[in-house]
């Protein structure tokens, strides 16, 4: 089968390819450490702080915060349990749904989440946006949208 | 703290980081899935096959295979230790470094890795390149170099 059809990645795609997953992993791994570092928790549990902060009530559906984050649910729950013994995320039955569940930011939470997020806003401003420029950022939220839209054309996108 | 001195992202940068978080993420998740149900290994260890397959007499000191994978020694030697149970690789000691130790592809790596490229090629060509304009992807890779030199200068550019 080599060979035969496969349309190979010429030197330059071979570059781009490895250009992007050595930043993109890189920037994650990055900001993943200055995270742990300054403030205690990995970045994926700063996403599922930051999501409920904004939603009303600081609660939501656990099958719509998987769809916020791109994550799935079993992973989700597993976060979503040591949030729980953090005391930073409270879980409760769905009132509407018997089935679901809803998360809901606790005020230790929310204060974990304002004591984050300078630091960590300025990892992202540091590592990513004052590296570009405004050209360039302008590229990047195009070409990311185009590929995020590719992958899953019902994402939210906010 | 809060909002002293921190420079907040504005919309526009929200929705670019939102964006360019969904894209690597969504992006890396899914060539992993499918190297593993098409492959049977994850896209790290595709990735350490890669280089190996690429190095004279396909062996690699565990030192460079690191550097090159930007990744950490660790991380590199769980994933080693896996691949050598697979008898895709075999690790031996240094002939001029008596602390040092070398990865070596094994034929049975090799036709592994081979098997396996068709498709993760493929892959790469329909989620990310297929997705983008000439334009876009040479802005991608102007972009991601210069995000992967601000974070690791030494890195090797291959």
């Given at each position: ?105 606790t005020e230790a939470g929310f204060q974990a989440l304002a004591a984050a997020a300078p630091g ?39």
């Amino acid at each position: 089968m080599i060979g035969v059809m496969t349309r190979w990645l010429d030197p330059d795609e071979q570059r781009t390819w490895r250009a992007f997953l050595t930043a993109s992993r890189g920037l994650m791994e990055t900001l993943d450490r200055e995270l742990q570092r300054d403030a205690g928790m990995p970045h994926a549990y700063y996403e599922i702080l930051v999501r409920l902060s904004e939603a009303p009530g600081r609660r939501l559906r656990m099958s719509e915060l998987a769809k916020l984050n791109s994550s799935s649910r079993s992973r989700l729950s597993h976060a979503a349990a040591r949030l729980e013994e953090s005391g930073w995320v409270r879980r409760e039955s769905c009132p509407t749904d018997r089935r679901g569940q809803v998360a809901v930011l606790t005020e230790a939470g929310f204060q974990a989440l304002a004591a984050a997020a300078p630091g960590h806003v300025e990892g992202v401003r540091r590592h990513l946006f004052d590296q570009l420029s405004p050209a360039e950022i302008d590229q990047l939220r195009r070409i990311s949208e185009a590929l995020a839209d590719h992958l899953d054309p019902d994402r939210p996108t906010t």
